[in-house]
Structure formats: structure tokens, C-alpha cells
Nanobody, 123 residues
Framework: EVQLVESGGGSVQAGGSLRLSCTAS????????MGWYRQAPGNECELVSS???????YYGDSAKGRFTIAQDHAKNTVYLRMNSLKPEDTAIYYC??????WGCGLRSAYDYWGQGTQVTVSS
């Protein structure tokens, strides 16, 4: 069974830090691009950060300079370190994976989502 299980959310004061974890089961990070999304009440879902199979990282404007994405292939886990948190970072954070599978010379992609973890930053 494919699963993404997030942890590490919580409540912090502005300026604080959190580290989100997302552990995958049923597939390998070696075959997948990984990402962190977030959705605040009334807002659209936003891509916060991603890391590709070959280790290339992407950060949305809101995350640049404050957040760091990393992965541990041995633990099949991806992390999002969030520093200098602001009240506007308050949202549900979702881990996502796009697994690539090759067959008959063709590549298929499968998307998976975690259940989300709440991050609340108070001023």
C-alpha cells in the first residue's frame, strides 16, 4: 500500500522553526519527485518546495531563504525545515510524490498525497 505520512507540524511563535517530515511507504524516493504544498483557509493550494529525482530543488517565493527541503533515501523520508516562520505561513502542509515507472520503453507517472499536517504561527 502506498502511503505518505507527514509529521512535525504544530504551533510556534513568529520567528520560530519547525521541521516537517514525510515518510513514504510502498514506493521509493529513488523513483520519485517529492514536494511540499500548503493551503491556508480561503487560499489556493501553493507549491512551497520540491526536490527532483536528481536532487534539483525548487522554492516558491514565500520559502526562499527560509525553508530547506532535503531527503534521506535510506529512511525514504523527505523533510522541510522551516525557519523564521511568519503568521502568513499558517496553513495545512501536504507532502506529495510523483513516482515514475518505466515499462515497454514508456514512462508513467503516479501522484500520491499525504493527509496533511497543520502549521500555525502566532504573532
Amino acid at each position: 500500500e502506498v502511503q505518505l505520512v507527514e509529521s512535525g507540524g504544530g504551533s510556534v511563535q513568529a520567528g520560530g522553526s519547525l521541521r516537517l517530515s514525510c515518510t513514504a511507504s510502498g514506493f521509493s524516493l529513488d523513483d520519485s519527485d517529492m514536494g511540499w504544498y500548503r493551503q491556508a483557509p480561503g487560499n489556493e493550494c501553493e507549491l512551497v518546495s520540491s526536490i527532483s529525482i536528481d536532487g534539483k530543488t525548487y522554492y516558491g517565493d514565500s520559502a526562499k531563504g527560509r525553508f530547506t527541503i532535503a531527503q534521506d533515501h535510506a529512511k525514504n523520508t523527505v523533510y522541510l525545515r522551516m525557519n523564521s516562520l511568519k503568521p502568513e505561513d499558517t496553513a495545512i502542509y501536504y507532502c506529495a510524490a510523483r513516482q515514475y515507472v518505466w515499462g515497454c520503453g514508456l514512462r508513467s507517472a503516479y501522484d500520491y498525497w499525504g493527509q496533511g499536517t497543520q502549521v500555525t504561527v502566532s504573532s
